[in-house]
């Protein structure tokens, strides 16, 4: 192995100061009822960053998950985001309290705007809310989420405030390096939601024969890819042995051509959730 990126850094550095471990557990799709024990098994193992969402409707369990922790929970990264029909200016100062209320938390370490829904024009007047909630100290770091260049392009040009995170779709078989650049160009931290396809891109041959090569699992080659491009990245299970595994990848490095071979499996055609010009649901349940 050459030592491309050799225990690649365990957190990050983010635009105005907060750290964030690199690599968090994603909630994404855990049902209410399993999250509280899912995540604190992941906390039990030593993920130290949450990931979780208004719209997944499991703040409240990630909330005792944390809760549990006692003192120890100052130690956690916590990450949220709006729902998107509680944009707008007021309506976001509001439905953060509330997100905050269910977290049993009082500083959220990471706020998203969780989709710009273009059409109702609304990302710019929340964002100016979540530039209130950063100064008065209620969350450590402000972002987005599955925004494309142009909207990046208009939040920074209207408003001077620049996203801490852009979180977004990254997996080997969809990196989408247009949206990824566009995060670099304007010194955006990328965080890849969905990073091992969820499951899918497991089976990719790529990905299984580099993992043979090195005598490491699937899981744990694409997550080390994340990690040596920077990104902060959120894998997501609710098996003990798995959590353990995506967390196993800091003695490990990948070759260049390996990482060349990565980035070369995207394709336009593979995103896995909802394209950012349209999706819009409103996530007021
Ligand atoms: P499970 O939750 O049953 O363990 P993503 O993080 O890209 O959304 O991927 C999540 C999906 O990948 C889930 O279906 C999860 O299943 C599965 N998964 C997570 N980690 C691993 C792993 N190390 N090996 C195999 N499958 C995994």
């Known amino acids: 192995m050459t030592a491309n990126n050799l225990s690649g850094p365990r957190s990050v550095r983010l635009r105005g100061g907060a750290t964030i471990p690199q690599l968090g557990f994603g909630t994404f ?32 369990q990630v ?3 944390l809760k549990a922790l006692g003192s120890d929970r100052d130690d956690v990264f916590v990450t949220t985001k709006l729902r998107n029909g509680e944009q707008g200016y007021d309506s976001a100062l509001a439905a953060f309290e509330a997100s905050r209320r269910r977290l049993q938390v009082d500083v959220v370490d990471l706020y998203l705007i969780h989709w710009p829904v273009p059409r109702k024009e609304k990302y710019v007047e929340t964002w100016r809310a979540f530039a209130k909630l950063l100064d008065e100290g209620a969350v450590r770091a ?12 208009r939040l920074i040009d209207e408003t001077g405030v620049v996203p801490a995170v852009n979180q977004v779709e990254v997996h080997p078989g969809f990196s989408q390096p247009t949206t990824l650049e566009s995060c670099v160009a304007h010194g955006v931290t990328v965080e890849a939601y969905s990073p091992l396809g969820q499951g899918a891109d497991l089976k990719n041959p790529v990905v299984t024969k580099i993992a043979a090569d090195l005598g490491v699992t699937p899981a744990q080659v694409i997550l080390q890819w994340h990690l040596n491009k920077g990104r902060v990245v959120i894998p997501k299970s609710t098996h003990a042995e798995r959590m353990r595994e995506n967390l196993d990848v800091f003695d490990f490095s ?4 390996q990482l060349d071979a990565l980035d070369g499996l995207h394709d336009d055609g593979n995103r896995i959730g909802n394209d950012p010009t349209t999706a819009e649901f409103t996530q007021m349940h």
């Open 142 to 153: 402000i972002g987005v989420s599955n925004f494309l260049p142009e909207h990046l392009g």
């Open 29 to 60: 799709q855990i049902p209410p009822e399993e999250t509280a024990q899912a995540a604190t098994k992941a906390l039990e193992l030593g993920y130290r960053h949450i990931d979780t969402a208004a719209g997944y409707d499991n703040e409240a």
């Open 63 to 65: 909330g005792e998950a």
């Open 254 to 257: 990948l070759h260049q051509s």
